[in-house]
């Protein structure tokens, strides 16, 4: 008799743990892997392919399930970092595979059509990752500065080679002050 | 806050934590009178001298411009006018370097002086209390008047608030050696800056008004007691001198005791702040409707024969200044150019070109001598490591630590220095004067910082990217699932079709008999199309337009060709061979144009054509170029004494072949001209092709109307 109590007693408990996990799980139930988010969040954004994944959302749904972490160009050493230490990983040098290329080394650049040798062919605009470019078949492309992250995907595509990247040029408003050139100035 | 009252009213004040007491140095300049001087020649005024926005040009490069003239406007409320501070022509509106420590330049106005300072029509107002607020409000936008204590930030925005103002603190402290431009002022202009004061105080109505003055300028004291004397609500607070009491929340703080939190404006605290040079700009504008065209410029420092404080006029170059009164330039120095400072020894900033003009937070130039200010004239820092003496945090006014700060922003770890509130610091360079090691701590504090803003740009714009990348993507997708649906009802559709002919027809004969009956409709059509007139005609100015493009394309290959004329066998065999590959393609072309008149793919025809057209303009110029590239790998190769170029064959279909050509050519010249002849060619291509294009365009669209008719017939 006491063992059958036993049972029950225990049977129940496990009964109502089992009910109060279900519950949970569904009301406190997360829509996504919330670190593909973070990882998407430390990630450059300029959806630029050089990972070899279509887009910044997609290399972090691979780094989740294991990817190599040092394959963002763009993001650099900084980004390495950072998702490393997310990660809880051991931090890697940039893959050599997706290194920067030259034309990316100096700043951040943005492309630039060239507006007199555009022919209209919207391949650029098909290939644009955030749809920075403005035109229609046979009509002059141009693109949105502010849009553009300088993913260099349309340079490509183009067939009369009318796009290339340009550096960001220098204004007041994103001048950075540089140590080396100017001289420290002090009252003794 | 009648306690505080009762303090002020006693001469006790508060205190902010640190502060130093460095060299005043105001003597140099403070004893004498504002002097005006005379009109410089040129004025270089920029378009925007505030923080905020720049407005929209008003004015043309060739107007006449008057005194007081608005050159910009805007619609944006953070954005501030500009205007004309004499008469002149505008000469030019270009980038020129402005007052800012990058040296970089921006947009500016150019007027030649013409002397005769000639006012525009002004409407003087006798008194301003009969103003309504919004109407004082808007004198004061359209007179450009921006903070002129430093920041530049527009008044009219920040007089324009709605709750209740317990104080109104006049920021008279001027607390940066060597300045005495706001002393002068006061000692000059004691009554319109009452008057400025009083139109702020119907505009904000607080309960008290307060000046801060420190105690070095007796003079200035007086003269505001004398001129405040009938007005009960104003006091003016005679603080003890330290650097930086000055500081708007430093300022709060001595005055009331409080302290604005990190992160919020004074105006929450029901206090607003107000420059003395500000309330004089006010009483100008609202009274006598001045805008914002002049200011009393501090000239300072040992390098100068006759340091004194001037009125200058907005846009005056520097180097107008510094030659009125008596630069000295030493040019023994180890530097290039003398230093000049804009702004105070603490907190301005080296100017690399003296054509910068004053702008409207520009209040003292400072040309030191090498024994006055030895760290000017070498460029080498003496910087050594921190030694961890606290000093710099003794005398921080916003009680930072400078050292911990220093340290993250060598690091550049910035989540660390946004912890330590780096963006409390105000700039005063207190912890760099105090520094036992020479560290330029400021200097760190201002590189992390514009590191700062610019990673927070760079986050915004990443997260815009992401929200793009996401919206073209979920397009895409819509795009997909709206095809395969069309392709769908498409399908629906021809097979309803289908089995209703079959069912209708009973027999295959009947689908047959139908089927013919379709195509003699058909062919009547294309006969009714094929003679009608407008469609001949359209298609004759096809042919011309073709014709004419060759024609324009030919002219401007002669005039390639005569410009190396004295290459001109070379040339002439080339270009010969080029047109004829021009020729033959333009013979590809008509047969294309011709053919699809009387062909079911009409709709498809002008772009046809145009693609032909595009792919000939291409192969041409690959042509050329491939022609001067085999010239000079065959000279590299051979280095034969004889070349000639064969002519070239080009098949007719798209992908144009070029053969072999034998070279032999004596010397590198000859290959060097030929890449330039195609370059030539290229480019007198790309022109032709571009008047081609205009002309195809235009066509393209009256075919555009024409072809709807066959479409909608191959529809039915």
Known sequence: ?188 | MESIIGRISQGKFWQFHGGIHPPEQKALTSSKPIKQLPLPIQLIIPLQQHIGRQGDLLVNVGDNVLKGQALTQSSNPMAVPVHASTSGIISAIKKSAIAHPSGLSELCIFIDVDGKDTWQAREICHDFTKLTQQQIIKKIADAGIAGMGGAGFPTHIKVNTKPDINFLIINAAECEPYITADDLLMCEQSEAIVDGIRILDKLLNPAFILIGIEENKPRAIKALQHATKAFEKISVCVLPTKYPTGGEKQLIKVLTGKEVKSGTLPIHSGIVVQNIATCFAISDAVIHDIPLIKRVVTLTGQALNKPQNVWALLGTPVSHLLKQTGFISEKNSAVTSPPVIMGGPLMGFSILNELVPIVKTSNCILAPSRAEMPSAFDNSSNEVECIRCGQCSDVCPSQLLPQELQWSAKAKDHQQLIKLNLFDCIDCGACAYVCPSQIPLVQYYRVAKAEIRQQQQFDLKAEKAKIRFEARKIRLEKEKVAREEKHKKAAAARKIAMSKRSADGGSASSAVADALARVKAKKKANEKTVSDSSTTKNDDSDDKSQVKAAIARAKAKRLAKNKVSELATINNAEVNTVNDIQVSINNEIKPVNELPVSSREKPSNSSDVKQENHSADDKKAKIAAAVAKAKARAKEKSNATQQSVQPLSISSDDDAQVTPIEADEADNKKARIAAAIAKAKSKARAKAKTKAKEEQDKQLKIERSEELKPTNEESE
């Not at chain 1, 749809?131 to 349309?154: F, R, S, V, W």
């Open chain 1, 1 to 188: 008799m006491n063992i059958l109590i036993a049972i029950l007693v225990l049977g129940l408990i496990a009964a109502f743990f089992g009910a109060l996990l279900g519950y949970a799980a569904i009301r406190f139930h997360v829509e996504g892997d919330p670190i593909v988010e973070q990882l998407d969040a430390l990630l450059p954004q300029t959806q630029c392919g050089q990972c070899g994944y279509p887009g910044c959302k997609p290399y972090a749904e691979a780094v989740a399930n294991g990817e190599a972490i040092n394959k963002c160009a763009p993001g650099g050493d900084d980004t390495i970092k950072k998702i490393a230490n997310l990660l809880g990983v051991d931090v890697e040098a940039l893959d050599e595979n997706h290194d920067q290329d030259s034309t990316l080394g100096n700043g951040p650049t943005v492309a630039f059509i060239i507006e007199e040798d555009c022919i209209g062919c919207t391949k650029c605009i098909q290939a644009c990752p955030v749809d920075a470019i403005l035109g229609a078949a046979k009509q002059m492309h141009t693109i949105i500065i502010d849009e553009c992250t300088g993913c260099d995907l349309c340079v490509a595509p183009c067939p009369v080679d009318c796009i290339e990247m340009r550096p960001i040029p220098e204004t007041i408003q994103n001048w950075q002050w540089d140590l080396n050139k100017i001289a420290v100035k002090q009252l003794d």
